[in-house]
DNA sequence: GCGACAG
DNA sequence: ATCTTGTCGC
């Protein structure tokens, strides 16, 4: 693994973001990809994974996966660099695209506004949206008990994305714009596939599936 | 210098 | 991220 010049990868972030399109600009949603990445700390590849999944039953109708040896370690606020190339490769092997993607990590909820899912969206111009399990940057107000009660998140100013409480009792979730589509319509979508779980279906579904394109890597 | 820190 | 058993609750 090349120990990456960092501020030569900011920059790239920099122009990653600049392309960012922060409004609605999908069509009609028929298909809706949920994209995630397995990895081991003791393992030098990364093992990414797409399902696509009509909407709105939620059946699945693809999937693809792709096992690459990472380009360089994980760095906070650098994911994108490690995880998008072989989520890209599982792209390109995927019969059908879905017409909205669901990443699993932060969208504009990142210090240059270039989480993995605006890496990803804006690499494949490709609308795509960013949920993310924790924070990386940002505060936010208190958020109410109640299941699907939310609050903005707040960077330098900015609305980064919101704190959705997908679940009672549960961790909130932190759903961000990736690219070309509204905070609003991103909750929309969020909020219609949740079922009742803690994450939203494509982003659950593609968790298993990089489990599983990992295992058969390792088989 | 100190604290924070996606996956 | 991954490593893992039991345990709590609907």
Redesign the pocket.
Known sequence: MTLPDLSVLREEQRDLAARTVREDALGEVRLIGGV??????FEQEVHAAIVVLEWPSLTEVARAGASQVARMP?I?????FR?VPAAVSAWHDLPVKPDLLMV???GLE?PRR????T?LGVTLDVPAI?V??????GTWPELPEPVDSAVPITDRGEVVGMLLRSRLRAKPIHISIGHRISLDTAMRWVRATLRGRRLPEPTRRA?DA??VV?KAFLA
């Open positions: 995630d990445i397995s990895a081991s700390r994980y906070t606020g650098f994911l994108g995880e699993d990590g932060q990142h270039c989480g993995v899912a890496h960013g993310a399990k924790s924070r990386l940057c968790h990089a489990s990992r």
